[in-house]
């Protein structure tokens, strides 16, 4: 998750309207960009199954060097394997059974060129890797290494790479469709008065002739690239556990030294927002491997099983409430807002970066559920609706495919404000919960395409809803609910909106109910009371009419 610093431009809450609506963001692209984000053919043929990743860090050089040890299933015979690493990192060398392989580098993709494969066949190749990995300046939107130093002169190191790709330090299969079946190892060697936070669980340390010690770190669940991650620094751990739905969930933070007693107290959010996700989405999808906070010298990111921190420890975005209503000063937004991803980003993942928005817009919705579990719906809901003032509604929420392009920023936002009008839909709580339970069982450490994501849930609540998604996440307009009222008959249409857009819609008149189908047209029905409303909670806007442009 790149956390956006979002500008609450009162302009930007009438976005959407009157503009054209846009299907196709006219971008160019690179080889590289078709190489880093499409299933190639040498990518296509084999199965990642385990990672064996030994990474030694220098910290006063900043340089790294190590070999990931790649284990994979082939799926059809080939004999050349896409394996990327982006400059200035270098691959050194390759071999299988101990034998040097020829590598053919094109940009940021090497070709290893293996002897014959034969389908069903499982095998590993070992990639030795160094260099001065790209640092970051502003982590996480820019990714790279954080080289930091920490209040006592301490190297305070960590890594953060989503979206521009684990490759930056690590070499890897960098798509996101194919994940370790079977998890990975992540060996970390550090000088020996530092600690190495990974992911998973700590097995073993080891203790180097070289004056190092090397952590040991295992993962049994399949793992997303851009969720591997390394934490360096003077960690103490404070260790406990949640009783969870599937039984007790080992709790662990890792914390600087002199944060130790301000963390036991501000970290207490970690185990309320286990208890609401657990409750809105189903267990936590990692038992097996633990649920950790880790402080780092950046904000923060959704690094499955070892969810990073650097919110400063405030409550809020950074001290500051993001819808500006005073609900997201509550809690802390990095240890909610990125332990949500646990659940979509690290279980349910995306196939492709154009359908980002399946990660952060439902987890920035998460966040409203985590103020309902606790707050009630009236907050929930002013929460969601003051997260409108920061959409820009300039691009469509789903990028282009096959090119690692993540779409619109206004996934996180926008994504809730989709998400919330749904339920308004479904209009049953019960069965709205179920949906986002479901989604978490039914794609259970998967990787997952929009159009999946769209089907399960228009299956789920039985009504197609197909149109509703277009709009939303394929066009850039917020639609209008036109209407009129004329010698106590309503008249009313969807307009400023895809022509096939017809979501249903509630609304309210006098004290009665009725649920409307709008079209494109305009329709007509008889009504009891000479006004009527609309909940705000549907992302739409409204604007009365007069009859005789209706009759126009």
């Known amino acids: 998750m790149k956390e956006i610093l979002v500008a609450y431009l009162i302009l930007a809450s009438l976005s959407g309207i009157g503009q054209t609506a846009i299907f196709d963001k006219a971008e160019s692209f690179s080889r590289q960009d078709s190489l880093r984000g499409s299933i190639t053919p040498e990518r296509s ?313 399946i990660h952060e817009g439902f987890t920035t919705y998460s966040e409203s559920l985590f103020i309902e579990y606790f707050y009630g719906n009236e907050a929930a809901s002013a929460y969601t609706q003051g997260l409108r003032l920061g959409i820009q509604n300039s691009e469509p929420l789903i990028g282009n495919y096959g090119v690692n392009d993540e779409g619109s920023r206004d996934v996180y936002s926008k994504g809730n404000n989709l998400l919330h009008t749904l339920r308004q839909v479904v209009n049953d709580d019960e069965k709205w919960r179920a949906i986002l339970r479901g989604l978490n069982q039914k794609f259970y450490h998967q990787t997952v395409s929009t159009k999946d994501v769209e089907d399960y849930i228009s299956e789920q609540a039985g009504v197609n809803l197909d149109n509703v998604f277009d709009q939303y996440l394929r066009d850039i307009r917020v639609p209008v609910f036109e209407y009129a009222i004329a010698e106590s008959k309503l008249y009313y249409r969807w307009t400023n909106c895809i022509e096939s857009f017809d979501m249903p819609i509630k609304v309210l008149n006098g004290d009665n109910e009725v649920s409307l189908s709008p079209k494109s047209s305009f329709q007509m029905i008889d009504i009891t009371d000479k006004s009527i409303s609309i909940s705000n909670d549907y992302y739409i806007y409204k604007n009365e009419v007069v009859i005789d442009r209706i009759q126009d």
């Open 45 to 357: 043929w084999w199965d990642l199954q385990y990672y064996d990743l030994y990474v030694s860090v220098d910290a006063e050089n900043k340089f790294i060097s190590g070999v990931n040890t790649v284990t994979y299933e082939v799926l059809e015979e080939h004999n050349v394997m896409q394996i990327d690493l982006q400059e200035p990192m270098k691959v050194i060398r390759a071999t299988q059974a101990k034998k040097e392989l020829e590598i053919i580098k094109e940009g940021n993709a090497h070709f290893i060129q293996l002897p014959e494969q034969k389908k069903g066949q499982k095998s590993s190749v070992k990639i030795y890797f160094e260099g001065n990995p790209r640092e970051a300046i502003r982590a996480p939107w820019d990714g790279g290494y954080s080289w930091k130093k920490d209040d006592n002169g301490n190297h305070f190191i960590a890594t953060s790479n989503q979206g521009i790709g684990a490759s930056l330090w690590w070499p890897c299969k960098d798509h996101m469709y194919d994940e370790p079946d079977n998890g990975m190892t992540l060996s970390i060697e550090v000088p020996e008065k530092l600690t190495a936070v990974g992911n998973g669980r700590l097995d073993k340390i080891e203790k180097n002739k070289n004056g190092t010690k090397t952590f040991v770190w295992k993962v049994v669940n399949p793992i997303n690239n851009y969720g591997v991650n390394v934490n360096i620094g003077d960690y103490v751990n404070i260790s406990s556990k949640y009783e969870g739905e599937k039984g007790k969930l080992d709790v662990d933070y890792w914390v600087l030294s002199y944060n130790k007693e301000k963390a036991k107290e501000h970290f207490k959010d970690g185990f309320r927002t286990l208890e609401a996700f657990e409750y809105w989405f189903g267990p936590y999808p990692f038992y097996e491997d633990s649920y950790k906070l880790v402080e780092v010298p950046y904000l923060g990111m959704e690094h499955q099983s070892s969810v990073t921190y650097g919110n400063q420890y405030k409550k809020g975005y950074l001290g500051r409430d993001l819808s500006g209503t005073g609900w997201g000063l509550k809690w802390d937004y990095i240890i909610i807002h990125e332990t949500g991803h646990e659940w979509f980003a690290n279980n349910i993942t995306y196939k492709d970066a154009a359908d980002m928005w």
